[in-house]
């Protein structure tokens, strides 16, 4: 029974790419021809999206989109931290006081922290993102918002204001 679902997974991705494929050069072509039409269209597409993809169902996608980035990254920095923390025992094995064994453990301490923070800072700065766009109406920049986004602002918006 799985194999079928795979097969069945596999023949839909196949027939989107297809379908992809043929449509990309009559995009380019359309947008080329009627340059005002295809942006008016991406806008109705926007926008239809904004307006039937609730913030309440939209936020924890995202937030567990952002998880998942920031748990990979934070296992890339302790799997270099693991590396660095064998390279310098093995590099201390060799050497007694005074061998400079300490400095380099200061610059790889000081290199995992950077790692450490630029990882944070992601990660605070894509969060600041999402509740901006999450209480402003989405990130069309059009300020139309919709009753059920200044709904939304109202109920979670202090909390989520006070959270970052």
């Known amino acids: 029974v799985a194999s079928s679902s795979n097969a069945a997974a596999a023949a839909a991705s196949f027939k989107a790419r297809l379908a992809l494929d043929t449509i990309e050069p009559v995009a380019a072509a359309l947008t080329r021809a009627r340059p005002r039409l295809m942006t008016d269209a991406a806008v109705l597409v926007s926008e239809l999206g904004r307006m039937t993809v609730l913030h309440d169902e939209e936020l924890p996608a995202a937030l567990q989109d952002l998880h ?23 590099v201390g094995e060799g050497g007694g006081a005074g061998s ?4 380099s453990s200061v ?3 000081r290199l995992l922290a950077e790692r450490r923070a630029a990882v944070t800072m992601l990660a605070v700065a894509a969060l600041d993102r999402i509740v901006r766009q999450g209480l402003s109406g989405g ?17 979670y918006g202090a909390g989520l204001k006070a959270a970052m």
Request: net charge neutral; hydrophobic share 50%.
């Open 68 to 90: 998942a980035d920031v748990m990979r990254r934070a296992a890339a920095v302790k799997e270099e931290a693991a590396r660095l923390g064998a390279v310098g025992a093995a």
């Open 107 to 109: 610059a790889a301490s």
């Open 100 to 103: 400079g064994n300490d400095s």
């Open 139 to 155: 990130g069309g920049g059009s300020g139309v918002v919709t009753p059920h986004d200044a709904a939304f602002a109202a109920r």
